[in-house]
């Protein structure tokens, strides 16, 4: 008999997983970021965000993973992807501004706007069925599961993404 995945688990897991993965983007190659900060908020707040948002990412993708206050980071999470969307619009509609940068150098507005309303449905999904304690205290079976689905997710959107520039080229 196969273990039942939760899907909230893997929505959990994906969440904290984006996260940390654009917060040490950021970090490694703060620069980028820097940019896109400086054509979005004053010049003086760009440096202190650009070190912010990350450690924001870092603490809220660790508080996903040990269940502390799981509805709230759920919500906190759609909050946080609500205000990068707002900025992924002011950056697309203004095509003078820097990309987005948010795994560090490049990236399209307009794939961030989808890949954040993605996201935003799978934060719904923790939101609405949170998983109760840290993931890791979960039966190995499900926290398998749920690492298969949030993977297999994540590669589907990679792979979509790969492909994109093949679709454009081949249209007449």
Same mark, same amino acid.
């Given at each position: ?6 899907? $909230? ?6 969440? !904290? ?23 979005? +908020? ?10 912010? +948002? ?10 996903? +993973?040990?269940? /502390?206050?799981?509805? @709230?980071?759920?919500?906190? $999470? ?18 003078? @501004?820097? $990309? ?13 706007? +989808? ?8 934060? /719904?999904?923790?939101? /609405? ?7 890791? !205290? ?15 997710? !994540?590669?589907?959107?990679?792979? $979509? ?7 454009? /080229? !081949?249209?007449?």
């Amino acid at each position: 008999m196969y273990p039942q995945i939760r899907m $909230s688990a893997a929505a959990t897991l994906l969440l !904290a997983v984006t996260f940390a993965a654009a917060a040490i983007a950021k970090l490694r190659a703060p620069q980028p970021f820097v940019a896109t900060l400086t054509a979005l +908020v004053p010049a003086r707040a760009a440096r202190p965000l650009a070190r912010a +948002v990350p450690i924001a990412e870092l603490v809220l993708a660790a508080g996903l +993973v040990a269940g /502390v206050a799981p509805r @709230l980071a759920a919500l906190l $999470s759609l909050l946080l992807l609500g205000a990068f969307s707002v900025a992924l619009a002011r950056l697309r509609r203004d095509p003078g @501004l820097p $990309s987005c940068n948010c795994f560090g150098a490049g990236g399209d507005p307009q794939a961030g706007l +989808v890949r954040n309303a993605l996201l935003g449905a799978v934060a /719904v999904v923790a939101l /609405v069925d949170p998983v109760d304690g840290p993931l890791w !205290a979960l039966p190995a079976g499900e926290l398998a599961g749920a690492a298969t689905v949030a993977l297999g997710a !994540a590669c589907c959107w990679l792979l $979509s993404q790969a492909l994109l520039p093949l679709l454009r /080229v !081949a249209r007449p």
